[in-house]
C-alpha cells in the first residue's frame, strides 16, 4: 500500500478534492492510504496560531517550525524509516511525468503544504528531502499542488486505474502527446471520427494512434521531440511534416 502523509492548515480541501473518484477507490480497496494531518492541531498557542514575522523584516508571515515539527513527528516517530518528505515549494524542481513514475515507487510520502510567504527555513533542512514546483508561478499555499502531486503519482500505482495501458498512453508517459481520441456518435455535427478506427485493422489503428501522437506533439509542443525515444520510421514521418531534427543539423 502506498502511503501519503499531507501537512497542511487546511485538510478540508483535501477531502473535498481527493475523497472522491479515481482515488477514493484507491483508499477504499487498500492500494492508497490518505492521511491530511492538520498542522494547526499541534500549536502550543491557545489561538492554534502557526505563523510568525520573519526576522528579516518584510511583508507577510512565516510558517513557524515548532507545529510543522510536531507534525511530521507524529508520522515519523516510531517508524524504522524515513518517510520521503516533500516541500511545495516555488523554487523546488519542476514536476513532470517521469517524477511522478519515479515517485511512485516509494512506498511513504509525506508532503508538507506551506502558506504566508513560505516556511522557517530550520524545518526543512532538517525534515524535508526534496523541493518541488508545479511551474514557475506562485500561488497562495502549496495545498492546490500537492493534491496534483497526489493524484499524478497516484495514476501510476498498480491497480489504482484499470489497467497499466490507461497511463501507458497518455501524454508525457513515452516523451510524446497523446493521439486524438473518438467516441460515439460517428457523426457529430457534420464532423466524421476518422476512417482508419472503424476498419477494425488493429495494426493500421496503433500505427495511425503513433502517427497522430508525433504530429500533435509536433503541432503542440514539438520542443519534446528532440528528447523523445523515436525509431527511424517516426523520424521520417516527422521529417514528411517538415520537422528538421536539431541533432541532424
Same mark, same amino acid.
Given at each position: #500500500? ?23 477507490? /484507491?483508499?477504499? +480497496? @487498500?492500494?492508497?492510504? $490518505? ?9 502550543? @498557542?491557545?489561538?492554534? &496560531? ?5 526576522? !528579516? ?5 512565516? #510558517? ?6 510536531? /507534525? ?34 516509494? &512506498? ?27 511551474? =514557475?508561478?506562485? %500561488? ?11 493524484? /499524478? ?7 489504482? %486505474?484499470?489497467?497499466?495501458? @490507461? ?6 508517459? +513515452?516523451?510524446? %502527446? ?16 476518422? =476512417?482508419?478506427? %472503424? ?7 496503433? +500505427?495511425?494512434?503513433?502517427?497522430? !501522437? ?10 519534446? $521531440?528532440? @528528447? ?5 520510421? =517516426?523520424?521520417?514521418?516527422? &521529417? ?7 541533432? =541532424?543539423?
Amino acid at each position: #500500500m502506498m502511503r501519503f502523509d499531507i501537512l497542511t492548515i487546511f485538510p478540508d480541501m483535501f477531502k473535498a478534492v481527493l475523497g472522491d473518484s479515481i482515488i477514493a477507490r /484507491a483508499c477504499n +480497496n @487498500n492500494i492508497l492510504s $490518505l492521511n491530511f494531518i492538520d498542522i494547526r492541531d499541534f500549536s502550543k @498557542n491557545k489561538h492554534r &496560531k502557526t505563523d510568525d514575522y520573519p526576522y !528579516s523584516g518584510g511583508g507577510g508571515m512565516l #510558517m513557524t517550525p515548532q507545529p510543522i515539527y510536531d /507534525a511530521y513527528m507524529s508520522v515519523a516517530d516510531g517508524l524504522d524509516y524515513k518517510p520521503h518528505t516533500i516541500y511545495m515549494s516555488a523554487q523546488g524542481s519542476v514536476f513532470n511525468q517521469k517524477k511522478a513514475l519515479e515517485l511512485s515507487e516509494k &512506498k511513504h510520502i509525506v508532503i508538507l503544504c506551506g502558506h504566508y510567504e513560505g516556511v522557517d527555513q530550520r524545518i526543512l533542512d532538517m525534515i524535508v528531502d526534496e523541493e518541488i514546483s508545479i511551474g =514557475d508561478f506562485v %500561488l497562495t499555499g502549496g495545498e492546490i499542488p500537492a493534491m496534483a502531486v497526489v493524484d /499524478a503519482v497516484s495514476r501510476m500505482i498498480p491497480g489504482v %486505474l484499470s489497467g497499466e495501458e @490507461n497511463f501507458m498512453n497518455e501524454s508525457h508517459f +513515452n516523451g510524446l %502527446l497523446e493521439y486524438p481520441q473518438y467516441t460515439r456518435p460517428e457523426v457529430f455535427m457534420g464532423r466524421k471520427v476518422p =476512417d482508419i478506427l %472503424l476498419s477494425g485493422h488493429h495494426k493500421n489503428i496503433e +500505427n495511425w494512434k503513433r502517427q497522430m !501522437s508525433l504530429e500533435t506533439t509536433l503541432k503542440k509542443r514539438p520542443q519534446m $521531440l528532440e @528528447n523523445a525515444s523515436l525509431s527511424d520510421s =517516426d523520424r521520417k514521418f516527422l &521529417k514528411g511534416l517538415g520537422y528538421e531534427f536539431k541533432k =541532424d543539423k
